[in-house]
Structures are given as structure tokens and as C-alpha cells.
T-cell receptor, first 115, second 112 residues
Framework: EPEVTQTPSHQVTQMGQEVILRCVPI?????FYWYRQILGQKVEFLVS????????KSEIFDDQFSVERPDGSNFTLKIRSTKLEDSAMYFC?????????????FGPGTRLTVT | KNEVEQSPQNLTAQEGEFITINCSYS?????LHWLQQHPGGGIVSLFM???GKKKHGRLIATINIQEKHSSLHITASHPRDSAVYIC??????????????FGKGTHLIIQP
């Protein structure tokens, strides 16, 4: 069964460093998402991406964040200058189309620890 | 802005019990997702529904659009059902790719 994959599974970085989280969505999917979950809190929407551009973004997704689909298969989330509060689990998701019955499929997550 | 509320936040039950987790949301949605999150953190989609009822094995999900309420039921619960169950509202608007709005989750423990 096709699945969304994410690398790395765990990333440790120092405050102020740039990090790139990578995702490979399911191959025939058109919509891509990044979510984050701070430890002990609910999952929060960051950004959605369609047709090679950002479709929607939350207030969390400020100028420190950017997304890219560089080669038609990978979908990346870049944090330019990490802060302690960026420590969280980051989930990528993809869906074939919007609407019922098109579910979102989640990757296993990348745990980002900023020290 | 859609708010999603779940209850209870924590639920401990004995193996075999019938489990109900409730979800309510504040504005109209296009679909409601039920998700399962295990201790390792991964999220698995259980159901996506926009009306009525869906069943998969021992899991049943219902939604009442007029009352903005959904329930997830687990029949004959088993310790392997122990996980965090999350409901999430889908605000997709046809052309858009809105992200899901998540509830805080219900931490379910089934004791043998």
C-alpha cells in the first residue's frame, strides 16, 4: 500500500540553525500539507500546497518557514533560524484531491529538537 | 474559525467495554476525520465522513451535521485499542486545500 514517508525521523539542531524536513508524498496525490504537534498539545495546521504553490497557511507559518517541491517527488519544509519553541513533531500529509471521499494520509513524522 | 472539542480528554476502561468518544465543532465543515495516534507518534486515518455512519471492524463513526456532532464508538474494546483518538474538521472549499482543524484528542487506555 502506498505511504507517505518522512526523513529524518529525529533531528536535533541548535537554536538559530536552519533545518530542512523532507517528505515524499504518495505519488499520484495533488495536495500536500505540513502539520506540527508540540509535545502534549494538539496537532496544528501549518501550510497546504497545491499546483506548486502555497494554497493556505496558518498564522504559525511565518517568514521563518518555507515549503518547496523541488523535484516532483519530495516536499520539504524549511525553518530558516530555529527557535526553542520550534521543537515539535512535524507531520507531512497528502491527499489525492479535496472533497469526500479523499482522505489525508499522514507520514510517520519528524521529531525536531532545538537545543 | 472552526473550533473542535472532544470529550472525554482521558478514558480508562476494562477490556470488552463499549467505548464512546464525542466530538463537536463550532462551524460547518465539509467532512469530519477520526484519527488514531499511537505512543510512537504516528497518525493513522480511521474514518472520513460527511454524513451518516461508517463501520470498520469494531469501530463505528457517526456524524450529525445539523447538530455539529460526531461520535466514535469501539465495541468489545481490547488493550490494543489503547491510543489517542483525535477528531479533525475538514473545511475544504472545492478549490482550496484547507488543512484540518484538530481536537485535543482523547487518551484511551483499555485495561486487561
Amino acid at each position: 500500500e502506498p505511504e507517505v514517508t518522512q526523513t529524518p525521523s529525529h533531528q536535533v539542531t541548535q537554536m538559530g540553525q536552519e533545518v530542512i524536513l523532507r517528505c515524499v508524498p504518495i505519488s499520484n496525490h495533488l495536495y500536500f500539507y505540513w502539520y506540527r504537534q508540540i509535545l502534549g498539545q494538539k496537532v496544528e495546521f501549518l501550510v497546504s500546497f497545491y499546483n506548486n504553490e502555497i494554497s493556505e497557511k496558518s498564522e504559525i507559518f511565518d517568514d521563518q518557514f518555507s515549503v518547496e517541491r523541488p523535484d516532483g517527488s519530495n516536499f520539504t519544509l524549511k525553518i530558516r533560524s530555529t527557535k526553542l519553541e520550534d521543537s515539535a513533531m512535524y507531520f507531512c500529509a497528502s491527499r489525492a484531491r479535496t472533497g469526500v471521499p479523499y482522505e489525508q494520509y499522514f507520514g510517520p513524522g519528524t521529531r525536531l529538537t532545538v537545543t | 474559525k472552526n473550533e473542535v472539542e472532544q470529550s472525554p480528554q482521558n478514558l480508562t476502561a476494562q477490556e470488552g467495554e463499549f467505548i464512546t468518544i464525542n466530538c463537536s465543532y463550532s462551524v460547518g465543515i465539509s467532512a469530519l476525520h477520526w484519527l488514531q495516534q499511537h505512543p510512537g507518534g504516528g497518525i493513522v486515518s480511521l474514518f472520513m465522513l460527511s454524513s451518516g455512519k461508517k463501520k470498520h471492524g469494531r469501530l463505528i463513526a457517526t456524524i450529525n451535521i445539523q447538530e455539529k456532532h460526531s461520535s466514535l464508538h469501539i465495541t468489545a474494546s481490547h488493550p490494543r485499542d489503547s491510543a489517542v483518538y483525535i477528531c479533525a474538521g475538514d473545511m475544504y472549499s472545492g478549490g482550496g486545500a484547507d488543512g484540518l482543524t484538530f481536537g485535543k484528542g482523547t487518551h484511551l487506555i483499555i485495561q486487561p
